[in-house]
């Protein structure tokens, strides 16, 4: 049994945010913390006050999180990024909108005493005595303590304030993670209501001391305890009123967090059968478990019961019957040909999310070089007449301003390029497209066929396969890459439209060029030779996509599943130096790194043979690196064994926070079922002779941080996670479970009736309900008699 939780992000805009630039206006961004560590940072929209970002993402961390934070932030080039606000949202807040938070939210002022981070260790107890009793405060050590000076770092000392009396700890200098040791004793009168006060301070020589969090301790309930000892959370000073700074602006974002107990796969295993057996009985056309959910699934929910049901048909192999079952139920309430696949039922977002999963490295491959290359040129490009700005193409070889019919026809021969270049990238594909993807499209181009036979439906099966192919995989890559994983910024207005007008020369490509789509832009008519042109040859496409037999399939399956892809690739700067000497950038070397799943290795260029570097089965944690080390926030660190069983480190560098997290998002997935992976961690180096952000002389010294190798970044190439899939839809389905009660009493009174010949579905739907009840029994039994955890317990000490 495994408790997760995970947090679903939606950054949509802002708006009337203030100007922090001389020009009037701001350079906005966002970054996303988690208990103040950042994880997110979203791409810069520049020169405005209004921004759009609309970027998604989830997060999966640790049940036992607090609170996530939006910070709205102004770039610089020459200077320090100026803050312009946040949206802060608590753990309670997000749990009590099970649908998750939705709307707009005011940016409040950053106010330095509230940004605290960081526990404290502490050892607290009664001392009772004859005549009296003490209150013994022993301040043990601090972690991941707020950084407030400029070298990175901070020189804390602790105050103890209780009845009056104050007592201080010495300072530790330039540490966040500063171990005291120092014990503190007051006289303690029984019945006393006053709370023992334990605050962290940054000291400063010459300005005021910086605050860095404080611990109220309820000493009532200390007297019942009589003694703890723990990690307290810092906690912010609230004390202070709040001065008005005016309107900072607002936020609007989606966020959702779901909180899952995910139990042994064997608690799952009746679910997945009895799912399994109705999509193979569907295949035949007597299932009847499938429609029952699908019709009972709302509209709201619908594309999340349909990703978590693909994936779990995909891991089981059935993802092919899966969705010719839903190809068939589709085509069965279908009467028109030109409706067909045009609603958002559960056939249309099942195939949407296919795509996405089994579907998205064969479309990097196709559009990547061509996206890369639009974005690289930053051509003005406009077809339409009434919105030409000949002022932003600049002059002609004859140094005289463009004509708009120059810019038109420009613009044409550049649109025909991007076009053909696809064109052609995708007729040569088709023995990369994967053949599970080849083989879906096969039976969906059957079973339109066959329900639409005649020449007058010839085009019919090709705009079935287009309509998920072109319409809603290829063409929303194009205009939104960034959504799609090709880019990791978003376009900037030039090139937005430039890849906007390439995508709706795809989608009439998708349509076939049919007259109803040729007549709602009347200005794309310069581009019609090329669309009919990539018609003739997206239809020879088709035709030998879906020309696929059983053997082939297998074969293309077996021969891809030997050429495993790496999880993740790309460059990154490793750190060589050895000895005592100082660490600085240049001490860092590029080269080009790849992790599979059996280890970490690197070459000098992509193209180079590669070098094992470390056993995926060796890794003992992958973590951040504080930014006093190497003066880069940037820099992660690789914990080991060598052959000889020693622990060894290796540091990275990547170019950016996103980065960053993708890598040991990534390496912490790997190594996740590793024997031996390390609770805590260095989060310093060790230089000279002391480690730099405990400053303990022992190398082999525990670790001052723990460990985070459970908070990760989804990703598009994630390995399925079957029992967590399981339990999404134990989930939906228990949601729903009074409408299914209900439609077994409505089939059994049928079934009495004497009105339902054949296969009745009652029974089917009889059994799902009993797994259910027993799923539910499983949680409940899985939840009984656990202990109450520790971090729960020092809670209640604290005020």
């Known amino acids: 049994m495994a ?13 009337n945010l203030p100007a922090k630039d001389i020009t009037g206006s701001s350079d906005p961004y966002c970054i996303v913390k988690v208990d103040n560590e950042p994880i997110i940072r979203t791409a810069t929209v520049w020169k405005t006050l209004c921004p759009f970002w609309g970027e998604e993402y989830q997060v999966h961390l640790p049940p036992t999180f607090h609170a996530v934070a939006f910070y709205v932030m102004d770039e610089d080039a020459l200077s320090r990024d100026d803050v312009i606000g946040k949206v802060c949202l608590t753990r309670d807040m997000l749990a009590s909108h099970p649908k998750g938070f939705s709307g707009w939210a005011h940016l409040t002022e950053v106010d330095p005493d509230e940004e605290v981070q960081g526990e404290i260790h502490l050892r607290l107890e009664v001392v009772l005595g004859l005549r009296a009793h003490r209150l013994r405060c022993s301040v043990l050590e601090a972690r991941d303590l707020a950084p407030k000076d400029r070298n990175g770092a901070s020189d804390p000392f602790v105050r103890v304030r209780y009845n009056g009396r104050t007592q201080e700890t010495s300072i530790v200098k330039k540490s966040c993670y500063p171990r005291w040791n120092e014990t503190f004793e007051f006289e ?25 969090g404080k611990v109220v301790v309820n000493i009532q309930r200390l007297w019942e305890a ?7 959370r810092l906690q912010p000073d609230q004390s202070k009123s709040r001065l008005d700074k005016g309107n900072l602006g607002s936020l609007q974002l989606e966020v959702r967090l779901r909180d899952e107990t995910v139990l042994p796969s064997s608690c799952y295993q009746p679910l997945v059968q009895l799912l399994c057996h109705e999509v193979k009985l569907g295949s035949q056309g007597t299932g009847q478990l499938i429609p029952l959910i699908e019709e009972s699934t709302s509209t709201e929910c619908r594309q999340d019961v349909a990703t978590n049901l693909l994936k779990l048909f995909l891991g089981q192999g059935l993802a092919k019957d899966f969705l010719d079952l839903l190809f068939q139920l589709e085509l069965g309430r279908t009467s028109e040909a030109n409706t067909l696949f045009r609603s958002n039922s559960l056939a249309s977002k099942s195939m949407e999310s296919f795509l996405k999963v089994a579907g998205m490295r064969y479309l990097h491959g196709i ?7 639009v974005f690289e040129e930053k051509k003005y490009v406009e077809l339409d007449p009434s919105k030409v700005e000949v002022k932003d193409v600049g002059c002609s070889g004859l140094h005289r301003p463009q004509t708009e019919a120059e810019v038109l026809e420009q613009s044409v021969q550049t649109l025909r390029a991007h076009l053909g270049a696809l064109l052609s990238a995708l007729t040569r594909s088709v023995r990369a497209c994967p053949a599970v993807v080849r083989a879906t499209f096969r039976q969906l181009f059957r079973r339109v066929r066959e329900r639409f036979p005649g020449a007058q439906h010839e085009n019919v099966p090709f705009i079935a396969v287009t309509s998920f192919l072109c319409l809603r995989f290829f063409s929303p890559a194009v205009m939104s890459p960034k959504l799609f994983y090709l ?12 890849l906007l007008l390439l995508a709706k020369a795809v989608q009439n490509i998708g349509n076939m060029d049919t007259p109803a789509s040729r007549a709602k832009e009347a200005w794309m008519e310069p581009l019609q030779p090329t669309v009919r042109q990539g018609v003739v040859q997206l239809k020879d496409f088709i035709t030998k996509l879906v020309d696929i037999e059983e053997k082939e399939e297998l074969d293309l399956q077996q021969m891809l599943s030997l050429q495993a892809p790496p999880v993740k690739e790309g460059p990154l700067f490793i750190h060589r130096t050895k ?5 600085t950038s240049s001490s860092f070397k590029k080269l080009h790194f790849s992790l599979t799943t059996e280890a970490l290795s690197f070459a000098k260029t992509p193209s180079s043979k590669k070098s094992a570097f470390i056993k995926l089965a ?39 926070m996103n980065e960053l997290n993708q890598w040991l998002s990534a390496l912490r997935k790997v190594s996740i079922n590793n024997s031996g992976l390390l609770g805590s961690y260095h989060p310093g180096i060790f230089r000279g002779d002391k480690w730099s952000c405990c400053h303990q002389k022992d190398r082999t010294d525990r670790g001052c941080d723990k460990t985070r190798s459970r908070v990760t970044l989804q990703e598009w190439n994630d390995p399925l996670d079957l029992d967590l899939e399981a339990q999404l839809i134990y989930r939906h389905l228990l949601g729903v479970e009074p409408i299914l009660r209900e439609k077994l009493r409505d089939l059994s009174s049928s079934t009495e009736a004497g009105s339902s010949p054949g296969p009745a579905p009652k029974d089917s739907l009889a059994q799902l309900l009993r797994v259910l009840q027993d799923l539910r029994e499983a949680h409940s039994h899985s939840l009984t008699g656990l202990p109450p955890s520790e971090p729960n317990r020092l809670q209640e000490l604290q005020t």
């Open 3 to 15: 408790k997760r939780s995970s947090l679903t992000i939606r950054i949509v805009e802002g708006k």
């Open 487 to 498: 880019r990791e910024r978003h376009a900037d207005a030039r090139t937005s439209r430039t």
């Open 579 to 583: 000895g005592k000497g100082p660490l």
């Open 188 to 212: 303690l009168e029984e019945g006393a209501a006053e709370a023992l006060c334990v605050e962290a301070w940054d000291w400063d020589l010459v300005s005021r001391n910086d605050f860095l």
């Open 367 to 373: 559009l990547g070089p061509i996206i890369d290359k």
């Open 618 to 656: 060796n890794i003992r944690a992958a973590e951040k690196v504080e930014e006093k080390s190497f003066g880069s926030s940037h820099v992660m660190q690789v914990i080991y064994t060598d052959d000889a069983g020693r622990l060894q480190t290796a540091y990275l560098q990547c170019k950016c």
């Open 226 to 232: 009589q003694q703890e000892e723990g990690w307290f």
